[in-house]
């Protein structure tokens, strides 16, 4: 069946630093690809989504580019803040609205 | 923007008790919710879809006489887990989907630990 596999956490990094959270998946076809963010407290929300092979998307600095030759949909963003601290899951959806998540990845900023 | 509740967000039961969770969307109608659950450092594990007005359908491996669903309304589902063990001990989420493609929200999680 479907997987997505993310990068062993934690991670922990200084502000302003390079991020990159490693996402690869398994599937049929080409699925649509997800990154959700948890805020602590709060339920997931989208952060970015890629819905075709090479497609990047963006949003709040973050970028993924949906890579089929790879099986890939890294997380990067150029410059982390504090308030990035979250945890991180990466998906792929199944079927009309089923989603299938890595294990998440929890991301601590220290200023 | 649309939110997703859940009720109660830690809830500590002693073994052979059943324990009632609740999922509301807020401020829109959801015909279908979706019920995860976490273990820890694991990947969110999609337990069943709740359909409002028919019965809920289940993932492979999620007992359906354990893991009960009702889907009262079109803004509230309800998962009670009966008779629970400790292997029962998790992190419970639901979602529901919004109108725009690819769009869903959710709730904040409920904890349950049972002794």
């Known amino acids: 069946g479907n997987s997505v596999t993310q990068m062993e956490g934690p991670v922990t990094l200084s502000e302003e630093a390079f991020l990159t959270i490693n996402c690869t998946y398994t599937?049929?076809?080409?699925?649509?690809l997800f990154w959700y963010v948890q805020y602590p407290g709060e339920g997931l929300q989208l952060l970015l989504k890629a819905t075709k092979a090479d497609d990047k998307g963006s949003n709040k600095g973050f970028e993924a580019t949906y890579r089929k030759e790879t099986t890939s949909f890294h997380l990067e963003k150029g410059s982390v803040q504090v308030s990035d601290s979250a945890v991180y899951f990466c998906a792929l959806k199944e079927g009309a609205q089923k989603l299938v998540f890595g294990q998440g990845t929890r991301l601590t900023i220290n200023p | 923007g649309a939110v997703v509740s859940q009720h109660p967000s830690r809830v500590i039961c002693k073994s052979g008790t059943s324990v009632k969770i609740e999922c509301r969307s807020l401020?829109?109608?959801?015909?279908?919710m979706f019920w995860y659950r976490q273990f820890p450092k694991k990947s969110l594990m999609l337990m069943a879809t709740s359909n409002e007005g028919s019965k809920a359908t289940y993932e492979q491996g999620v007992e359906k006489d354990k893991f009960l669903i009702n889907h009262a309304s079109l803004t509230l589902s309800t998962l009670t887990v009966t008779s629970a063990h400790p292997e029962d001990s998790s992190f419970y989420i639901c979602s529901a989907p919004g109108v725009g493609k690819d769009t869903q929200y959710f709730g904040p999680g409920t904890r349950l630990t049972v002794l």
């Open positions: 599937a049929t076809g080409y699925p649509s």
């Open positions: 401020d829109f109608q959801a015909t279908t």
